[in-house]
């Protein structure tokens, strides 16, 4: 993904001005549908205060005005140094890792993450880049589910992004 400044030309754009354009739409949208939250069913799931649980956004990175071959091989790059279970028809999958705990992860002595990346292309030249975090606590030894892991999911789209060129 390649980003230039641009010509100084008003009536003419290129492609890194689209790129650019589109990542923030992808931005401001995702921001935008966080608020909203679940839209549940016949009033399935609601306390009488609202939902009783909310749904987490997947990150996503949109590369523009690149082939699929390349963004796909660029992303197998980036994801070089895990241990991968799966790479192929535009999904890797991260062998379960487990690790220290982050700032923000306090009382788990351990956390264990698997990480799904999808890449899917969906018109000429643009490709949709999504993260999954499925993470776990060791908390008194006994794992829990984490459900806030977007930390990660930035952070493996950050070294996507970099390998995009």
């Not at 205060?49 to 690149?66: F, I, K, N, T």
């Not at 991968?84 to 264990?112: K, M, N, Q, S, Y």
């Amino acid at each position: 993904m390649h980003v230039a400044a641009g010509r100084g030309d008003c009536g003419r754009r290129g492609p890194a001005w689209r790129r650019l354009l589109a990542l923030g739409l992808v931005a401001g949208l995702a921001a935008a549908a966080v608020g909203l939250g679940p839209s549940p069913a016949a009033g399935a799931g609601m306390s009488p205060s609202g939902p009783a649980h909310s749904v987490a956004q997947v990150p996503r990175l949109v590369v523009l005005d690149q082939p699929y071959a390349e963004v796909w091989a660029a992303t197998l790059r980036a994801l070089g140094h895990y241990r991968l279970e799966r790479a192929a028809d535009g999904v890797i999958v991260i062998h379960r890792t487990e690790r220290p705990p982050r700032g923000d992860e306090a009382g788990f002595t351990r956390v264990a993450e698997r990480i799904t990346v999808r890449v899917d292309g969906f018109g000429p030249g643009s490709t949709r880049i999504a993260v999954e975090v499925l993470a776990e606590g060791l908390r008194a030894g006994t794992w829990t589910a984490i459900p806030h892991t977007e930390a990660t999911a930035r952070e493996i789209l950050a070294r996507i992004r970099a390998a995009q060129g």
